[in-house]
């Protein structure tokens, strides 16, 4: 009885927070609840920014009401940034199991059909297509129309490569060029860049451009804050000294923010030019296909202007993969540029 007594308060306290993770079952899961619990600070500081700009600003009021249009774009870069956000969150960076299903479903689809047609360069599936270069499409489709997962990850390597080496040992899937397994999410991402603390999601092939974007937001709406916080402060710094002390140290808080996110915003433009990721560029050394080939070499790299048709015009639900590049390739563009190659170009 002492012990059930005991019990018994512990047991009405534990009711609502099981009543609570039924009703919102992602908050049973201790990552999902810290992914939540980012999204809403990442929104609170958004909102402490602009509130306290609004309240304290007089003169903004009435800038608003004079130049509606001036506040207007203000708040509508405000919402863009907090939707491109959540847009990136969750979104999904392209997994090879996914890429793995639609192969197959698209082998299933062709085998049931009574015709076919000459295939083209994107073999469609529902909302999801599988893009691959033109050489490597015309070995895999040589003959047939089907072909095997494994058989089409082993065409993008060079000819006696060993399949250990690019076999996950935790999902145990043959991993295309650029994929890697998150060890944050537990599965093999395509061109994966990097596991994102602050979104709560992996940046890869299929969300890079979302991201892209909304580091560009995140940094103007960061930049056009903080000049509105410096033409208060000047016009209003010897007022109450109490407002002018919280209002600096949001300031000093932001610039450490805006520094941080241009450089993210310049180093991940930079990774777009060159087609690269940020693991590739970190771990380069430790990746097995891309050791022998010098730092100044961009193996994946199509030239400025591909990269960015690329990286900006392909479609979300495209899944594409790149072989790696022949030893006439990488000798290729390890070879100096000349007058010629400036004049033609040759870096676009």
């Known amino acids: 009885m002492t ?120 073999s469609k599936n529902g909302s999801f297509v599988v893009s691959m270069e033109e050489n490597l499409l015309g070995r895999n489709l040589s003959g047939s129309s089907t072909t095997s997962w494994s058989k089409l990850v082993s065409d993008l390597y060079p000819l006696g490569s060993s399949i250990r080496t690019w076999t996950c040992t935790y999902c145990n899937v043959e991993q295309p060029p650029r994929a890697k397994h998150c060890h944050d999410c537990d599965k093999c991402v395509l061109q994966f860049d990097h ?21 560009f937001e995140e940094t103007a709406l960061c930049l056009w804050t903080g000049v509105l916080y410096i033409s208060y402060l000047k016009d209003h710094i010897t007022w109450m000294w109490w407002q ?33 990721t940020t693991f590739e560029l970190v771990r380069r050394r430790r990746i097995h296909y891309l050791r022998g080939i010098p730092e100044r070499v961009h193996p994946f790299s199509r030239g400025v202007r591909k990269n960015l048709y690329h990286f900006c015009c392909a479609r979300s639900a495209v899944y594409r993969f790149e072989p790696l590049p022949t030893t006439q390739e990488i000798e290729e563009k390890s070879r100096p540029y000349t007058c010629s190659d400036v004049l033609t170009c040759r870096c676009c």
Not at 6 to 13: G, I, K, V
């Open 3 to 122: 012990i059930a007594r005991m019990c018994s308060p512990m047991r009405t306290w534990e009711r609502p927070m099981d009543r609570c993770f039924r009703i919102f079952p992602c908050l049973a899961d201790p990552g999902r609840r810290s992914s939540l619990c980012l999204k809403v600070s990442l929104v609170t500081i958004h909102l402490v920014y602009a509130g306290v700009l609004f309240l304290f600003d007089g003169d903004l009021i009435e800038k608003t009401k004079k130049e509606p249009w001036y506040t207007a774009l203000y708040l509508l870069l405000f919402v863009g940034t907090l939707i491109q956000y959540f847009a990136t969150s969750l979104s999904s960076p392209g997994y090879v199991l996914d890429a793995m299903m639609t192969v197959h479903d698209r082998n299933v689809a062709y085998k049931k059909t009574p015709y076919t047609s000459s295939q083209s360069a994107s």
């Open 195 to 215: 596991h994102c603390v602050w979104l709560g999601n992996c940046i890869g092939q299929g969300n890079h451009c979302k991201f892209w974007w909304y580091l």
């Open 244 to 276: 002018d002390a919280i209002l600096i140290l949001l300031l000093i808080t932001l610039s450490v923010w805006l520094i941080f996110l241009l450089l993210l915003l310049l180093f991940h433009s930079y990774l777009i030019l060159t087609n690269q």
